[in-house]
């Protein structure tokens, strides 16, 4: 699980079909003391995270497989959690 | 996922018999600067080494990609497949916008 801030959004009109009406969100991974660290990645959201909310990323493509019901999905990273 | 650029595209000759019918796209990760303007104007190369996707979408030269790295690429095929990255989404505009 990755610590990260929703930095914005992507829309794709074609895209795999088990990601066809997921949300997908630029996400930012924070280090330690919550600066930015790396590259922003793409991660399916199913539960509405805003703008600049801070949120957990899970990269295990089994969970995210069981996340969009799709057992050939290719999906990677999803929101696992928003905090508080 | 990772957002890229399609520089180019890569053709076989000799290959994995699995390979049969693929498409492979060069791509070139996009820096995060640049994510408001690549679906309009073509991004600057990044200083990221650029990669070899399968792309079962029909993305071509000048698209912006999301391109899954990892096993998980390979789970969309019903055989086994020796690929690494695949793409998994043409964008049509991205909204990048970081905090202050």
Known sequence: MIHAIVVGHAVSSHCH????????????????????AGAPMVAI???GAGMHSKVFVSTDGVAARG????EKSPVRNFIQGVID | MRIAHVIGRVTLNVQDPSF???????CNPV????FNTACLTA????KDFSLVA??????????????VEGAEATAPFDHDIPIDAITVAIFDSLHYQPPA
Do not use: T
């Not at chain 1, 079909?17 to 003391?33: F, N, R």
């Open chain 2, 20 to 26: 049969k019918g693929g498409r492979w796209l060069m």
């Open chain 1, 67 to 70: 996340f969009v019901h799709d």
């Open chain 1, 45 to 47: 959201d199913l539960f």
């Open chain 2, 43 to 46: 991004p600057p190369l990044s």
């Open chain 2, 54 to 67: 399968y792309d079962n979408l029909g993305a071509g030269e000048g698209d912006i990609v999301g391109i």
């Open chain 1, 17 to 36: 079909p088990s990601l066809k009406g997921c949300k997908m969100l630029l996400c930012q991974s924070l280090d330690a003391s919550g600066k930015p």
């Open chain 2, 31 to 34: 820096d995060a600067e640049h």
